[in-house]
Every structure is written in C-alpha cells, then in structure tokens.
C-alpha cells in the first residue's frame, strides 16, 4: 500500500470514529457562550497557531462571536516570552485580556499539552488559569487529549489510526471540526460567500 492510499485510509476511518455527540455539546457550548456575550480565545501552537488565526475569523464573520487568538499579535507574545517566559505566555496574555467566567477557551493542538512530559506546557498553565477565573474550556486534540481532555467541558479527540499519521490528521481535522462547527444552522448567523452566490444555470 503507498503512502496516499494509507493517509486516505487512515483519514476515512478517523472520521468514521469522531464522536458527534462530543461535536454538538460542543455547538451548545458555543451558542451559550455568545448568548452570554461571552468571548472566543483560541490558542494554538505551531501549525495549530496558524489553524487559531483562521479560526478566529471564521468564528468572527460567521458566527458573530467575539474571538481573538494570542499568537496573531507577535509583538505582544514575543514581549511576554522574551520578558515573562514561554510556558506563562498565554496565561499572562489572558489575564491582560481580562477572561472571565463569561468567556470560552478553544484549545487546538495535537497533545492537548502535558506537563509531566514537558510538552506545550504554556497551554496546560492557560487552562490553569481559566479554570481559577472559571470560564469555559473545550478542545479539538488528538492522542489521548492531553491536559485539554482532562479539564475541557467538552473535548473532541481525534482518533489516531497510525503514529504515522497523528500529527497531519490531528491539525487537519483541527479545521474539519471547527468549519462543521462554525457551519452549522444553529450557530451559523452569515453565510459564506460561495454559498451566498447564486449557483448558475
């Protein structure tokens, strides 16, 4: 079996096995959250970082939620690693937000993070620090979800199939879950603009 035919595979099952009980609690934790006039903090690291800044503006233009991710404003979390270290950056960058009992947490990543093991320890002290303010968390992760699953009111892991393939998977379904997500009828407030063109004849 080649390599495309493998990846395929894995990706077919992956999706075969997503809870989607998990994914709509998930929708009801959205939807409460900007009833509230909550807001959206989407943290990522790595490839997830750049999946958080589109995110952000998925859940902004079509959701019409409030939400902000820290790694879009380089300056401000370069300042805070330079100053006050990595593993606090995103905490410190929440508390300068001032996130409360209001406001969700989106975590992305594929570890969930882990502090025995010394990985993405910046988002398990975030949660840290979320869970004292009392706001939301929930997570899209893979493995076995790390920290995330561990404290998230609701958590969406995505199945490893192969070691092979759990890092690409993980961040791909990443943006699977988050576009089914912030697509669906009752979170969805404006449509996207190739839905919203008239199809042609």
């Not at 990543?109 to 009392?134: F, M, P």
Request: contains cysteine; glycine residues 8%; charged residues 15%.
């Amino acid at each position: 079996m080649g390599h495309t035919e493998s990846f395929l595979r894995d990706a077919t099952q992956a999706i075969a096995q997503l809870d989607q009980a998990a994914i709509e609690r998930m929708v009801a934790l959205f939807i409460h959250t900007r009833q509230q006039d909550g807001r959206l903090f989407i943290l990522g690291v790595g490839g997830s970082a750049a999946n958080a800044s589109h995110a952000v503006n998925d859940f902004r233009k079509l959701a019409g939620m409030e939400a902000y991710a820290p790694t879009d404003n380089v300056s401000e979390l370069t300042a805070r690693i330079n100053d006050e270290g990595w593993d606090t950056a995103f905490a410190k960058w929440l508390e300068g937000s001032r996130l409360s009992a209001r406001d969700l947490i989106l975590v992305l990543s594929v570890g969930g993070g882990n502090q025995e093991k010394q990985i993405s320890v910046n988002l398990v002290r975030a949660l840290e620090y979320a869970a004292q303010v009392g706001a939301s968390i929930c997570g899209i992760v893979g493995r076995d979800g790390g920290y995330t699953a561990q404290v998230a009111r609701v958590c969406v892991i995505v199945p490893t199939i192969s070691a092979h393939t759990l890092t690409p998977l993980a961040e791909s379904f990443q943006a699977l879950v988050w576009h089914l997500i912030v697509s669906h009828p009752d979170l969805q407030v404006a449509a996207a603009k190739w839905e919203s063109m008239p199809t042609s004849s």
